[in-house]
């Protein structure tokens, strides 16, 4: 297995400055602040904070060769900016290491466009995690519609925090309908969809007969698993869509085991897939990385 590169497709790594004054920023986006806020339970999940330098540490330590950052869904465009600021930073820092995905919110109209823009300069490949829960708006917001156009013109692959429809309750689910996707996806039908999370259940329902083919661009994260499902899922979505289609993603920093470690770490959920998932060695190298590495080189580079 020593030809497997592992890319985490999505982690999220916040400027230092943002985490060490949480109290001040979380009020000037309470709903960060809610996503973020500390555990009522001593063994319950938690978003954990490690700066660039710490999540490279982590990743050596798991085998991992790269990871891209994902931005966060932010209310406060000077946020937005500084998120993405810090990302640049690490982008430059570390070239081979890290991949970056824009932090958008949609609702800023022309300042959401005009970042995108300025990300794409700064080599960030993609977009997201767009949250429209926490932003506000659904999947017919014309904000919404233009970013993606743009997406798909820039040729920028786009990933959508989503929420099971039928699951339980807990903080950052996601209860934004699923239901108009399948019709932007033909409207859209070369843009790039990362569905975080599985994807709210889509593979199940991507298996419609009159949608066959539509989702060819559509890939599927695992991006919090360990806190969402049984292991299980990882065969019955690869089996559905195909190992093709699914991108290994933690949510790192996120704490995905809570009564079992308190601490930001990589190495249990990757044990986990290889030792328990059930993928043959082929469909775990394209899980743990090829896909990811594939699906955000441009088209004018293969
Ligand atoms: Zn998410």
């Not at 950052?172 to 932007?184: A, H, V």
């Not at 991507?206 to 695992?222: H, S």
């Amino acid at each position: 297995m020593s030809d497997i590169h592992i890319w985490d497709s999505h982690v999220h790594l916040f400027p230092p400055e943002i985490y060490e004054n949480w109290d001040k920023y979380a009020k000037i986006d309470p709903v960060f602040g809610s996503l973020t806020a500390r555990s009522k339970s001593p063994k319950g999940a938690q978003e954990a904070w490690v700066n660039g330098e710490e999540a490279l540490l982590a990743a050596d330590k798991a085998g991992v060769e790269g990871m891209c950052m994902q931005g966060w869904y932010w209310n406060d465009p000077g946020l937005m900016r500084l998120h993405n600021d810090y990302m640049a930073q690490l982008l430059k820092d570390h070239p081979d290491r890290f991949k970056a995905f824009a932090s958008v919110n949609p609702k800023f109209g022309w300042e959401a466009l005009s970042e995108i823009e300025r990300c794409a300069a700064k080599g960030f490949c993609g977009i997201g995690e767009l949250g429209p829960g926490g932003n506000g708006y659904d999947f017919n917001d014309p904000d919404f519609l233009a970013v993606l156009e743009m997406a798909q013109a820039l040729d920028l692959p786009v990933c959508i925090h989503c929420g099971e429809s039928v699951g339980v309750d807990y903080p950052g689910r996601d209860r934004t309908s699923l239901d108009p996707l399948p019709d932007i996806i033909r409207r859209y039908p070369d843009l790039k969809l990362i569905l975080a999370h599985l994807g709210g259940g889509m593979p199940f329902f991507e298996m419609n007969r009159r949608f066959k083919g539509i989702f060819k661009n559509v890939r599927y994260d695992l991006a919090a698993l360990p806190l969402l499902y049984d292991i299980r899922i990882v065969k019955a979505v690869t089996g559905l869509v195909g190992s093709d289609r699914v991108l290994f993603g933690s949510d790192f920093p996120l704490l995905l085991y809570p009564s079992a470690c308190r601490e930001a770490d990589m190495t249990m959920f990757i044990e986990q897939i290889r030792s328990e998932a059930g993928l043959d060695e082929d469909e775990y190298r394209a899980v743990m990385g090829a896909n990811f590495l594939d699906f955000v080189t441009p088209k004018e580079d293969l």
